[in-house]
């Protein structure tokens, strides 16, 4: 309650609020950013790189944060996160010169190649998200099932109705 | 990787299935993201946040980072004094300056404008016409003086020769 009105204050241009918000939530923000820090970059640049993000147009941004929908905390987090990640996109090392690489890696192969025929709704997002969550980031059946907030059971049955829409899709495929 | 599934074919198959599915394309805003975060979105709004957290590695990433968030990192004095400058303090006795003018004025300021404009045009209309009458009756004069040169010699001599014939 008491952020909500501190908010309402901020985005009303209340200076003492903003310096009230820069001093809480500042440490949040490097704690967020930290690990995704390309070298030569500070963390507190990243800081402001986000605070300005936040005050930016009248403070834009900040006006869609809905404290009904979310924690700001957790809101916080995703903001600071994906403006690192901007940063990173934006600052990414020049490409190599073409005269650097060697010509066995600029050689085409003429390979002709059937367009793969995937049925788009084949998998569900869930069953996507379960699979990509088990395989690619090798976590736990429990676990999943902390983050999607399901039972487990949950998790191993759409993995195993995923499996078996996959089977049955490359076998027909293959045939 | 949890043991049950180990089992290579169905990582094969996972594989192969994630090398060519198509890929969601319209992301989620970051309140969006919160709210899947949080576990506070509806079964619809959680699968479209989901198909396309399920080609973005990133945004699931930093999802998961929101909702384990870390402990604090301490800011240093100068950090914090960067950021509140961004926003700047309001001083009651500056009054600030009046973003448009009401449309009535906006309207009054175009239309002088537009009567002046004419008001010179039907001035210098007046006045050059006046002028042009003028050098038309010089041109005239011209005329008249040209005509003079050209016409024959005057009758002078004409006497003069008849009595030396004579």
């Known amino acids: 309650m008491a952020e909500a009105k501190e908010l309402a204050a901020l985005i009303a241009g209340d200076k003492a609020a903003w310096d009230g918000f820069v001093r809480r939530y500042a440490g949040l923000i490097l704690s967020a950013v930290r690990g995704l820090l390309r070298e030569g970059t500070e963390a507190e640049d990243l800081l402001q790189?986000?605070?300005v993000r936040l005050c930016k147009d009248n403070f834009r941004l900040l006006k869609t944060y809905d404290p009904a929908r979310a924690g700001l905390t957790t809101w916080l987090t995703i903001v600071a996160r994906s403006t690192a990640r901007d940063l990173q996109r934006r600052h990414r090392p020049a490409q190599t010169a073409l005269e650097d690489v060697p010509e066995t890696l600029l050689a085409v192969t003429d390979v002709h190649q059937e367009p793969l025929k995937l049925p788009k709704d084949l998998l569900s997002p869930r069953q996507h998200l379960v699979l990509t969550l088990l395989y690619e980031r090798?976590?736990?059946?429990?676990?999943?099932?902390?983050?999607?907030?399901?039972d487990p059971q949950t998790v191993r049955s759409t993995h195993h109705k995923a499996m078996l829409?996959?089977?049955?899709?490359?076998a027909t495929e293959d045939r | 990787m949890s043991e049950f599934i180990k089992q290579a074919e169905q990582t094969a198959l996972w594989r192969r299935w994630r090398q060519s599915a198509e890929h969601a394309t319209e992301a989620p805003d970051p309140m969006l993201l919160a709210a899947w975060a949080e576990h506070r979105l509806d079964e619809a709004s959680a699968e479209a946040v989901e198909a396309w957290l399920a080609f973005h590695p990133e945004a699931l990433e930093d999802a998961l980072a929101a909702r384990n968030v870390a402990p604090p990192i301490e800011a240093s004095v100068a950090a914090i004094a960067r950021g509140s400058a961004l926003v700047a303090q309001r001083d009651p006795k500056i009054v600030p300056l009046r973003r448009g003018a009401p449309a009535w004025?906006?309207?009054?300021?175009?239309?002088?404008?537009a009567a002046s404009i004419v008001i010179a045009c039907l001035v210098g209309f007046e006045l050059g016409g006046g002028l042009y009458a003028g050098v038309l009756g010089g041109g005239q004069s011209d005329i008249a003086f040209e005509q003079t040169l050209l016409d024959g010699p005057a009758p002078l001599f004409s006497d003069f020769d008849e009595e030396i014939g004579s």
């Open chain 1, 165 to 170: 829409k996959l089977r049955g899709h490359f």
């Open chain 2, 105 to 113: 004025r906006v309207a009054a300021t175009w239309t002088s404008m």
């Open chain 1, 138 to 150: 090798d976590l736990e059946v429990a676990d999943v099932a902390k983050i999607l907030g399901v």
């Open chain 1, 49 to 51: 790189e986000v605070l």
